[in-house]
């Protein structure tokens, strides 16, 4: 298809209401493992499980994600016995995915739990018992200052202790359980303000007691992993390593290999919305997950960190978005730019690694930024097209707003903070699905 013809369809497409999936309630979005961990613009598992409905007709079958995020599309995958690869440059993701996807014995992980949980609520019942044991709290000496930024000193130390208690687990396993737990709890536990993505201190904030926020926490994992359990085939549960192959690293070159996937499902980040890096900064620090913190960031994609002088693009519907930006900064043309630029690249990895007759689809909508339409899916469109694939199909989904991850600010294109998200509603977005023919 014609750029014009694309955007032709895209005029013409009508919105597709059973993919809204607005009976969804927050148990069934958060069912299984789903709700270990804050993820922003996570998928609902409806949306991908529906995708597998329609698309998956040999089994088992082999599913991609190469932005993996907390792993929606994996842990879908495995809970139908299929093979599941991931990719993630972020390592906060890859440490949550891994862990969501593994169902543990629930008998077991729970009396691992319990012995946790008694030996941190010494922090409640005898204040002392700590100096008395002499657990030295776990606090990454150079990242020290900055988590003395969004800590207060008493729940630094608590929290030290409480991590150096998890990397003493043995059973690596169990381990990432808790580790998930640990880094799920870091924002309420901080002064980070509560309503935000964005790295902004409340200095009125109270954060919640490390103990309490861990317990809690810990406990509806517990329910979730015997949910999922109940749901995942032996076979995977005995021999998950046979089934899981996740990745720390570039979409744009997957530890997958060639014409080896049937169907992959993601969504990309957005240029310059979410600082990835810097929304899981808390557990990035406290993990020790980055020495250089500027050079982490340049690796994500659609950050506002990345320029290119030495690679063009190839799609007119993006080259039209980045003249459209030109007057209103050059920077953010260029970011644009190489936001797009390493999209096709992505896309080139896909058709690789799919298997003839595979499909992709990508779930991405439009925004604005400075007052410029940034037509992602229009513009995915094409350069799918550039990468080999034919245009398969188009759906247009509603997303109801109680299940909207957060809504974008129309003119920065960030997402916006609940208050305004009400006021500047983003209400569609696009699968835009390629067949490798
Ligand atoms: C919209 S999120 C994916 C959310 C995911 N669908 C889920 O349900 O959790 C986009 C992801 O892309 C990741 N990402 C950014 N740049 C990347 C890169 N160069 N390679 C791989 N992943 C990247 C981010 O870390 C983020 O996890």
Not at 19 to 47: E, M, N, V
Not at 317 to 337: N, R, T
Not at 372 to 399: C, H, T, W
Request: overall charge neutral; proline content about 6%; charged content about 25%.
């Amino acid at each position: 298809m014609s750029p014009s013809e694309i955007l032709e369809w895209f005029n013409q497409t009508p919105v597709d209401k059973p993919w809204s999936f607005t009976g969804c309630k927050p148990s069934d979005t958060g069912k299984w493992t789903h709700g270990y961990h804050r993820y922003p613009a996570k998928f609902i598992p409806q949306l991908v499980e529906r995708l597998m409905d329609t698309y998956i007709t040999n089994e088992p079958a082999s599913i991609n994600d190469p932005f993996m995020g907390c792993g929606t599309t994996v842990v879908s995958a495995i809970s139908r016995g299929f093979h599941a690869s991931g990719t993630d440059i972020n390592k906060v993701a890859h440490l949550v995915t891994g862990a969501k996807a593994q169902a543990i014995h629930p008998d077991y992980l729970e009396e691992k739990v319990k012995r946790f949980l008694s030996q941190i609520s010494c922090f409640e019942e005898a204040p002392g018992f700590f100096q008395v044991s002499q657990v030295k709290p776990h606090i990454p000496e150079k990242h020290l200052e900055r988590i003395d930024y969004w800590f207060t000193g008493s729940v630094r130390d608590k929290l030290g202790k409480i991590l150096s208690l998890i990397l003493a687990e043995t059973d690596p396993v169990v381990q990432s359980f808790l580790l998930v737990a640990f880094s799920h709890v870091l924002k309420t536990c901080s002064i980070w303000s509560q309503g935000s993505t964005k790295p902004t201190r409340d200095m009125k904030k109270r954060p919640t007691p490390p103990y309490h926020a861990i317990k809690r926490h810990l406990l509806k994992m517990l329910r979730g992993n015997a949910q999922f359990y109940d749901v995942v085939l032996p076979q995977v549960k005995d021999n998950p390593d046979n089934y899981l192959n996740l990745q720390i690293g570039s979409a744009t070159t997957q530890a997958v290999p060639d014409d080896s996937v049937d169907l992959i499902i993601s969504s990309s980040p957005y240029v310059t919305s979410y600082e990835y890096a810097d929304v899981h900064q808390l557990s990035t620090l406290w993990l020790d997950l980055a020495d250089d913190l500027k050079a982490y960031r340049k690796q994500f994609i659609g950050t506002s960190y990345k320029q290119y002088e030495d690679k063009s693009l190839l799609s007119q519907i993006a080259s039209e978005i980045v003249d459209g930006m030109v007057p209103k900064s050059k920077k953010k043309a260029k970011e644009i730019e190489a936001f797009f630029i390493d999209m096709q690249e992505v896309f080139n990895e896909s058709f690789r690694i799919l298997k003839p007759g595979g499909r992709c689809c990508y779930v991405i909508g439009n925004t604005k930024l400075r007052g410029v339409p940034i037509l992602n899916a229009e513009a995915f469109a094409e350069s799918l097209q550039y990468s080999g694939f034919k245009l398969d199909r188009l759906i247009k989904r509603e997303i109801p707003l109680k299940i909207l991850p957060q809504k974008r600010d129309e003119k920065t294109g960030r997402f916006a903070s609940k208050d305004k998200a009400d006021a500047e509603a983003y209400p569609t977005e696009y699968i835009v699905i390629g067949l490798k023919e």
